[in-house]
């Protein structure tokens, strides 16, 4: 990932309205080091982000990002963000992104251990090219997430539905994937329901209807699951979030992966069981998500 811009945040009380926020904003090289050794983000992934897909360098869907960032940060009892600051600070970050594909990537840390306040950042880069998944598709593996459905509910200190620095399950269950000789993964939960990708959300298409996972199992609610739901809603289709069993994912007529940067990526098999595309719809559903959102 090429670096292009690097934004230090000396964060602003969730209830600061001052006009703007420059004074709190220190630009730094992306290439030179940052952090301080005794960083939480660092030692113990102890902090929460947010990855904003930028076209042409227009931020998508920024408002849903900041509410989210807002939701885990309540979630994880970090202090509120200011969102007027991070927006500000989402703009200056995106200004620098030019023309194609980038990705702002927004972060929330605890801080240095026993430090005064917590650590905040912004970077910018460009994106990695997802041509390939978006119109050859993926393969995908379930894998058990270890935990059933009741269990966000029974023990919220697990900070299911959290978007935190802790991504190392994740990243491992990526690696697991590809053992298995796919792309990526579906988790599922241990008494056999769907949940979510690693880095994506899941939707499902039976007919002219499209689901995806209900968040009650402490799923990341998706920025762009929301946002294609919208766009599905007033092409005429009918959305909505179910609990999924895993053992009807073979039934439906069509699956795709969407995140912020990778976009939609339709799902070519799961767990060796071909998985039906429709191109020229994924190509329109990518086209959308590739218009400026707001």
């Keep these: 990932m090429a670096w292009r811009f690097a934004l230090m945040i000396d964060p602003a009380a969730a209830g600061d309205d001052r006009a703007d926020y420059d004074d709190t904003f220190t630009e730094v090289d992306p290439a030179a080091p ?6 939480l ?8 982000f947010e990855s904003i897909g930028v076209v042409d360098g227009h931020p998508q869907e920024v408002t849903a990002h900041l509410e989210r960032l807002a939701h885990s940060a309540q979630l994880c009892e970090l202090p509120l963000p200011n969102l007027a ?10 200004a620098h992104c030019g023309p194609g594909e980038s990705v702002v990537k927004l972060i929330l840390s605890r801080g240095v251990e026993h430090g005064p306040a917590p650590t905040a950042w912004v970077t910018a880069a460009a994106a990695s090219d997802f041509t390939r998944a978006r119109t ?10 270890g935990y059933s459905l009741a269990t966000p509910a029974r023990a919220p200190w697990l900070l299911l539905g959290a978007k935190t620095l802790s991504y190392a399950v994740n990243m491992a269950a990526l690696r697991e994937a590809k053992r298995r000789g796919a792309d990526d993964a ?12 690693p880095t994506a959300s899941l939707i499902v298409r039976r007919g002219d209807t499209f689901v995806t ?4 199992a402490g799923i ?7 946002s294609l739901f919208e766009h599905l809603a007033l092409r005429g289709f009918a959305v909505g979030y179910e609990t999924i069993p895993v053992a009807t994912l073979a039934e439906a007529d ?8 990778r976009l939609a990526a339709p799902i070519t098999a799961i767990d060796d069981a071909p998985l039906a595309v429709d191109a020229e719809f994924t190509a329109s559903l990518n086209t959308y998500l590739l218009s400026p959102r707001d």
């Design 213 to 216: 996972p209900a968040p009650n």
């Design 136 to 145: 050859e598709g993926i393969r995908v593996v379930t894998l058990d997430r």
């Design 41 to 48: 983000s660092t030692q113990r992934g102890d902090g929460i």
């Design 254 to 261: 069509a699956a795709w992966l969407v995140s912020s940067v």
């Design 220 to 226: 990341l609610h998706g920025t762009t699951q929301l």
């Design 34 to 39: 940052a952090l301080t050794v005794g960083e």
């Design 85 to 94: 600051q991070w927006r500000a600070a989402v703009d200056r970050a995106a």
């Design 186 to 197: 579906i988790f599922t939960t241990s008494d056999g329901y769907v949940l979510e990708a």
